[in-house]
């Protein structure tokens, strides 16, 4: 069983929806938790950090974080054609500057 | 802010030389860098972690005589890619984290596209 788990996807919406995203994981030890985005042949790019958990928002985007389901989600509200990339979720522990990634889910936005 | 070059973004070798990239934090000081690797469609392999002035932590199943990680500064790291065979093909992706947010953070640069025919 990997560390992290995320569908792979792919994930088709139309313009305007709303974009669910979703990682699992097992390492009780993770309190940091990022949600990158990466565009076809460009490295990652930080949307959202969240420490332990809680919600957190930023414009169309929100993230949860449920620790004790070990669970955590990114939403992307009204989500337009340039949010088609992939979407990486990413933890690591306390004082563990390695990060665990997910597979990272391909998500097309149709206009 | 927390802003990451790398150059060059792609580059094409000939079989047996080396090809050297440079990871540059621009508007922080990174005093931890890593290297990572990506395969298409895969998610990214953690290749080294380095920290200034110190000698690279390597993952297990990476050949540090051929993947050469030097972080001279605390806004430089490069990768040298000592002899390239075709099978070293791949994105090279950096990242750093240090005084920009958090230790915990890493922020990514563009990455590099190697082709070694």
């Known amino acids: 069983q990997k560390e992290v788990e995320q569908d792979p996807g792919p994930l088709s919406v139309p313009e305007g929806a709303i974009v669910s995203l979703n990682c699992t994981y097992s390492?009780?030890?993770?309190?940091?938790f990022m949600w990158y985005r990466q565009y076809s042949r460009k490295g990652p790019e930080l949307l959202m950090y969240?420490?332990?958990?809680g919600n957190k928002e930023d414009g169309r985007f929100t993230a949860q974080v449920d620790k004790s389901s070990k669970y955590i989600s990114l939403f992307i509200r009204d989500s337009q054609p340039s949010d088609s990339a992939t979407y990486l979720c990413?933890?690591?522990?306390?004082?563990?500057?390695?990060?665990?990634f997910g597979a990272g889910t391909t998500v097309t936005v149709r206009a | 802010g927390a802003v990451v070059s790398q150059h060059p973004s792609w580059v094409i070798c000939k079989s047996g030389t080396s090809v050297k990239i440079e990871c540059r934090s621009l508007?922080?000081?990174?005093?931890?860098m890593f290297w990572y690797r990506q395969f298409p469609k895969q998610s990214l392999m953690l290749m080294a972690t380095?920290?200034?002035?110190?000698?690279?932590?390597?993952e297990q199943g990476v050949e540090k005589d051929k993947f050469l990680i030097n972080h001279a500064s605390l806004t430089l790291s490069t990768l040298t890619v000592t002899s390239a065979h075709p099978e070293d093909s791949s994105f090279y992706i950096c990242?750093?984290?240090?005084?920009?947010?958090?230790?915990?953070?890493?922020?990514f640069g563009p990455g590099t596209r190697l082709l070694v025919l």
């Open positions: 390492n009780s030890a993770f309190q940091y």
């Open positions: 380095s920290n200034e002035g110190s000698k690279a932590t390597y």
């Open positions: 508007d922080f000081q990174a005093t931890t």
């Open positions: 990242s750093a984290s240090g005084d920009s947010g958090t230790q915990e953070t890493q922020y």
């Open positions: 969240t420490y332990s958990s």
């Open positions: 990413a933890m690591s522990a306390l004082g563990d500057y390695k990060l665990s």
